[in-house]
């Protein structure tokens, strides 16, 4: 319309005409660069890509299924540790917790570099409100978990404040339940689910003996799988309800691999693999991207989709409406001290190879951790001892409970995605291992890795940091007499705490 008037206008009302158009085409900008999105993180603990959307069988996500429908869903992204704090230390500073040494779990002594701050200061300064949890949830999804000491002038989160209207919100909400807890919860779950997931359909991985106790495991975090898709559906309701939900980026993924041997705490695939779907305003539907993509690619996103410039010493990228987005080759994780167990592990995992390197190969990966041992925790794992002691394991399901880990790990995972066949010593595969085990030794380098050294042979060895055992709530209810008096005030404030 506005071509056809110009066309019959006089030369000077033409001249008006032209301007009017670039002073809309300006404000129309302007109104755009000022649209900031809300931003909701649902972080769900401890799981693995176990939904329909990724292929799993045997349980319904209605609104999870939607979400990716109608956004993105990342096939290959992961956590830069497979522990809950170590891996959400980094997520909320955009660095790998092994660079500002974030990477032993609940190291409340670290210190972050004056330069580094959480994510949420920048998108406070971008005029975010920065919000923690939901009534809606299970336990009002609240969990921080930092390895890192925080302001308490400038807290991370503004804890108690609402959304306010006319100003944009990040809010990260906890979904706790797919946690292990440490009653009956999940019993609990199951028993009040109008559709329990059946035994029979669910998947029993190769390194696991399909044994009715361990399918009825499965089965139960399935339904706290159900149940937190429940929860997302009462969030996004929510959002509707407030007129929000139109102009609100809604984020899932998982801040860990599921809690079974090889998942939480391991550098296996089931410990560092997790979900990331991605959907809202400016994010085109039915999209599935099969890059490597992490943790602090997500930080960068984040920061990149409130339109807050991404700060050089982030070490990820911006995954969505990026220019300068370049697929990478490989994503980086570490495992150091999980509760009173230290370790010290690095992988590289590219699209098909992936290399892990064990420092600490004593270290067995059925260590005994005491929270581990909770019945509640690994229901399944006396079973698994009581069969592995009595030889009625295969190979392929021993192999955890072997009394040493292996120096190095190579999988193909194309051809072997369990992770069953370990390739560092074939011959046919040094090459790669090589290349692998090259680009490893850089990214410990680069990244300025504060979890190893190199010794007099310039090998690289773990830096182990001394730390208090009795400050660990359930080491110290295992060593009751090295521990006694003095776990005191402060061990019995922590039973209010979540175990992780
Ligand atoms: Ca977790």
């Given at each position: 319309?506005?071509?056809?008037?110009?066309k019959?206008?006089?030369?000077?009302?033409?001249?008006y005409?032209?301007?009017?158009?670039?002073?809309?085409?300006?404000?129309?900008?302007?109104?755009?660069?000022?649209?900031?999105?809300?931003?909701?993180?649902l972080?769900?603990?401890?799981?693995?890509?176990?939904?329909?959307?990724?292929?799993?069988?045997g349980?319904q996500?209605?609104?999870l299924?939607?979400?990716?429908?109608?956004?993105?869903?990342?096939?290959?992204?992961?956590?830069?540790?497979?522990i809950?704090?170590?891996?959400?230390?980094?997520?909320?500073?955009?660095?790998?917790q092994?660079?500002?040494?974030?990477?032993?779990?609940?190291?409340?002594?670290?210190?972050?570099?004056?330069?580094?701050?959480?994510?949420?200061?920048?998108?406070?300064?971008?005029?975010?409100?920065?919000?923690?949890?939901?009534?809606?949830?299970y336990t009002?999804?609240?969990?921080?978990?930092?390895?890192?000491?925080?302001?308490?002038?400038?807290?991370?989160f503004?804890?108690?404040?609402?959304?306010?209207?006319?100003?944009?919100f990040?809010?990260q909400?906890?979904?706790?339940?797919?946690?292990?807890?440490?009653?009956?919860?999940?019993?609990q779950?199951?028993?009040?689910?109008?559709?329990?997931?059946?035994?029979?359909?669910?998947?029993?991985?190769?390194?696991?003996?399909?044994?009715?106790?361990?399918?009825?495991?499965?089965?139960t975090?399935?339904?706290?799988?159900?149940?937190?898709?429940?929860?997302?559906?009462?969030?996004?309701?929510?959002?509707?309800?407030?007129?929000?939900?139109?102009?609100?980026?809604?984020?899932?993924?998982?801040?860990n691999?599921?809690?079974q041997?090889?998942?939480?705490?391991?550098?296996?695939e089931?410990?560092?693999?997790?979900?990331?779907?991605?959907?809202?305003?400016?994010?085109?539907?039915?999209?599935?991207?099969?890059?490597?993509?992490?943790?602090?690619?997500?930080?960068?996103?984040?920061?990149?989709?409130?339109?807050?410039q991404?700060?050089?010493?982030?070490?990820?990228?911006?995954?969505?409406?990026?220019?300068?987005?370049q697929?990478?080759?490989?994503?980086?994780?570490?495992?150091?001290?999980?509760?009173?167990?230290?370790?010290?592990?690095?992988?590289?995992?590219?699209?098909?190879?992936?290399?892990?390197?064990?420092?600490m190969?004593q270290?067995?990966?059925?260590?005994?951790?005491?929270y581990?041992?909770?019945?509640?925790?690994?229901?399944?794992?006396?079973?698994l001892?009581?069969?592995?002691?009595?030889?009625?394991?295969?190979?392929?399901?021993?192999?955890?409970f072997?009394?040493?880990?292996?120096?190095?790990?190579?999988?193909?995972?194309?051809?072997?995605?369990?992770?069953?066949?370990?390739?560092?010593?074939?011959?046919?595969?040094q090459?790669?291992?090589?290349?692998?085990?090259k680009?490893?030794?850089q990214?410990?380098?680069?990244?300025?890795d504060?979890?190893?050294?190199?010794?007099?042979?310039?090998?690289?060895?773990?830096?182990?940091?001394?730390?208090d055992?009795?400050?660990?709530r359930?080491?110290?209810?295992?060593?009751?007499?090295?521990?006694?008096?003095k776990?005191?005030?402060?061990?019995?404030?922590?039973k209010?705490?979540d175990?992780?």
């Amino acid at each position: 319309m506005l071509e056809r008037l110009m066309k019959h206008a006089r030369p000077q009302t033409a001249n008006y005409l032209l301007i009017l158009l670039m002073l809309l085409v300006f404000i129309s900008l302007s109104v755009q660069g000022k649209t900031q999105p809300n931003i909701v993180l649902l972080m769900a603990e401890d799981i693995g890509i176990d939904l329909p959307s990724y292929g799993a069988k045997g349980l319904q996500t209605p609104n999870l299924d939607k979400l990716a429908k109608n956004g993105i869903q990342f096939n290959r992204f992961y956590t830069n540790s497979p522990i809950c704090s170590t891996s959400r230390t980094s997520l909320m500073t955009g660095m790998y917790q092994t660079s500002m040494g974030g990477h032993h779990h609940r190291d409340k002594t670290n210190v972050l570099p004056e330069h580094v701050k959480p994510m949420t200061h920048y998108l406070r300064q971008a005029g975010y409100s920065v919000l923690l949890g939901n009534e809606l949830v299970y336990t009002a999804g609240r969990k921080l978990d930092l390895n890192f000491q925080t302001d308490k002038k400038n807290p991370v989160f503004d804890r108690k404040k609402k959304i306010e209207a006319g100003k944009p919100f990040f809010m990260q909400i906890q979904l706790k339940m797919t946690h292990r807890a440490m009653d009956d919860t999940w019993q609990q779950v199951r028993k009040a689910s109008k559709h329990p997931v059946s035994l029979s359909d669910v998947e029993v991985p190769p390194y696991l003996p399909d044994h009715p106790e361990v399918r009825l495991d499965i089965a139960t975090y399935y339904d706290t799988l159900e149940y937190i898709d429940h929860e997302i559906g009462l969030v996004q309701q929510q959002l509707k309800a407030q007129g929000l939900l139109e102009n609100t980026i809604i984020i899932f993924m998982g801040d860990n691999g599921r809690c079974q041997i090889r998942g939480k705490s391991y550098l296996f695939e089931d410990g560092i693999h997790v979900p990331l779907i991605v959907a809202g305003p400016g994010i085109s539907a039915n999209q599935i991207n099969n890059d490597m993509t992490d943790g602090i690619d997500l930080t960068a996103s984040i920061l990149h989709l409130a339109g807050v410039q991404v700060p050089e010493h982030m070490q990820g990228q911006a995954l969505l409406n990026n220019p300068n987005y370049q697929a990478k080759g490989a994503i980086y994780a570490a495992r150091d001290r999980h509760d009173e167990i230290v370790d010290n592990s690095r992988t590289v995992v590219e699209k098909r190879y992936k290399y892990i390197a064990n420092f600490m190969p004593q270290v067995p990966w059925d260590a005994r951790m005491a929270y581990y041992d909770k019945p509640t925790v690994r229901p399944i794992l006396p079973l698994l001892r009581e069969l592995h002691t009595a030889g009625k394991l295969n190979a392929d399901q021993a192999y955890f409970f072997a009394k040493t880990k292996p120096r190095e790990q190579l999988y193909d995972l194309e051809n072997d995605p369990w992770e069953l066949n370990n390739l560092a010593d074939s011959a046919a595969h040094q090459k790669i291992k090589a290349r692998l085990v090259k680009k490893l030794d850089q990214w410990i380098e680069n990244s300025n890795d504060h979890g190893l050294s190199k010794d007099a042979n310039g090998d690289w060895q773990p830096v182990l940091k001394a730390f208090d055992l009795c400050s660990i709530r359930s080491a110290a209810e295992r060593n009751k007499t090295l521990c006694a008096g003095k776990t005191g005030k402060k061990n019995k404030k922590k039973k209010k705490t979540d175990k992780v």
